[in-house]
C-alpha cells in the first residue's frame, strides 16, 4: 500500500472538492462562484481591487490591501517562472536552500520566525492560502498485491492522514479477515499504532500484520521499539518465517576457502505499490488537467490495464516454470 500525489483539479475555495467550471478562467464551482470578485486571499472578504486600462494598471485578483497585493505580485511573478522548462525546480531548490539558511540564522541569533498571515488576520504563523487558481486533490492511495496487482484505491482530498488511510482500510475490510496477511505500508508502525488504540479496529490485529516496506525500513528509527520488534519486513528472529526464505550457501568461498554462510532472501516484493506508483507518473501530466470524472474512468481503465498485464505476465512465467 502507498500513496502518490496525482489528482485531479477542483474547486479553487480550499475546504471543497467539486469541479471547478473551467481550470482556467472559472476556477470555482457552481456554489463557490461568486468568489470570484471577491480579493483571492482565502477569508478576506473584500471586494478585487478595480483597475484603469487606459492608464496602464494591470487587472488584480487581490483587494487593495498591500499585503494582499504583494501576494498577488508574487504568484503573477512565480506562474510565470514556471512556464520557463525547468526553471520552476531550479527556484524551488533555491527557495529552499535560502530557507534553510535563514532559519539558521536566525536560530543562531535566537529570532523566532513570523509567518504571513492568513486572512483578515494579517499576523500569526499559519501559511497564506490563495484561490487564484484551481485547486488541487492531494493524491490516491493505493492498495495492490505483492505480485504487482492493484486490489483497490481511493482519492485524497487532504494530505495523507493516519486517520484517512485508517478509513480507506475499513472501506476495503467487509470483514475481519477480508485483510491480507501481511500489509505493508511506509508508515506501518503509526498504522500499528493507531489500531492498537481503536477499540473497533482491533480486530484486524488477529488477522493481519502491518509491517515497513524495506526501503523506508532502513531509515526509520532504530529506537522506535514498536517498529522494529512489530514492523520489521524480514525478521530474522523466527517471528515470521513467511517472509523470509533461507537460502543454504553451497561450497566454499573463493578467496577465504571457508564455508559459506546461510542467507535468507525476502519471500514478497514489498515495494510493489512504489513500482506501481512509478508506472502512474508517466499519466501525471493529463491526470492531473483532468475533471473527477475523466480522472476517475482514466485511472480505473489504467489499473484495470495494468491488472491484466501483470496477470497475463505471472501467467507465462509460472507456464514456463512448470515446463522446465
Known amino acids: ?109 535566537g529570532e523566532e520566525s513570523e509567518g504571513e498571515g492568513e486572512g483578515e488576520g494579517g499576523g500569526g504563523s499559519r501559511k497564506t492560502v490563495n484561490m487564484w487558481s484551481a485547486g488541487q486533490m492531494a493524491g490516491i492511495q493505493l492498495f495492490i498485491h505483492a505480485c504487482g496487482c492493484p486490489i483497490a484505491w481511493e482519492k485524497f482530498y487532504t494530505p495523507e492522514s493516519t486517520s484517512e488511510v485508517l478509513s480507506f482500510l475499513s472501506s476495503i475490510s467487509s470483514t475481519p479477515s477480508s485483510l491480507p496477511s501481511y500489509i505493508a505500508y511506509d508508515r506501518a508502525c503509526e498504522i500499528l499504532a493507531a489500531v492498537t488504540e481503536e477499540p473497533d479496529l482491533q480486530h484486524w490485529l488477529s488477522d493481519t500484520k502491518f509491517i515497513v516496506d524495506a526501503w523506508h525500513f532502513a531509515g526509520h528509527s532504530k529506537v522506535d521499539e514498536l517498529c522494529r520488534k512489530f514492523c520489521d519486513p524480514a525478521p530474522l528472529d523466527g517471528s515470521a518465517p513467511d517472509l523470509v526464505v533461507p537460502l543454504v550457501a553451497k561450497g566454499r568461498g573463493r578467496r577465504t576457502g571457508e564455508e559459506q554462510k546461510r542467507v535468507h532472501r525476502r519471500a514478497f516484493n514489498t515495494e510493489a505499490a512504489e513500482q506501481l506508483n512509478s508506472w502512474l507518473v508517466g499519466f501525471a501530466p493529463i491526470l492531473r488537467s483532468m475533471r473527477a470524472d475523466n480522472f476517475d474512468f482514466l485511472l480505473a481503465v489504467l489499473l484495470r490495464r495494468r491488472f491484466a498485464s501483470r496477470a497475463e505476465s505471472l501467467e507465462r512465467k509460472h507456464k514456463g516454470t512448470k515446463v522446465g
Open 1 to 109: 500500500m502507498d500513496g502518490i500525489k496525482i489528482g485531479h483539479a477542483k474547486c479553487a475555495y480550499p475546504p471543497c472538492s467539486s469541479n471547478p467550471l473551467d481550470t482556467s478562467t472559472r476556477r470555482f464551482c457552481l456554489d463557490h462562484e461568486h468568489y470570484h470578485s471577491l480579493c483571492g486571499v482565502f477569508g478576506c472578504d473584500r471586494d478585487r481591487k478595480p483597475f484603469d486600462e487606459e492608464e496602464g494598471e494591470e487587472p488584480t485578483q487581490a483587494c487593495e490591501r498591500e499585503d494582499h497585493q504583494l501576494l498577488w505580485r508574487r504568484w503573477v511573478k512565480f506562474k510565470g517562472q514556471l512556464k520557463v522548462g525547468g526553471f520552476g525546480r531550479v527556484m524551488r531548490e533555491k527557495s529552499q536552500r535560502e530557507k534553510r539558511k535563514m532559519r539558521g540564522r536566525k536560530v543562531e541569533s
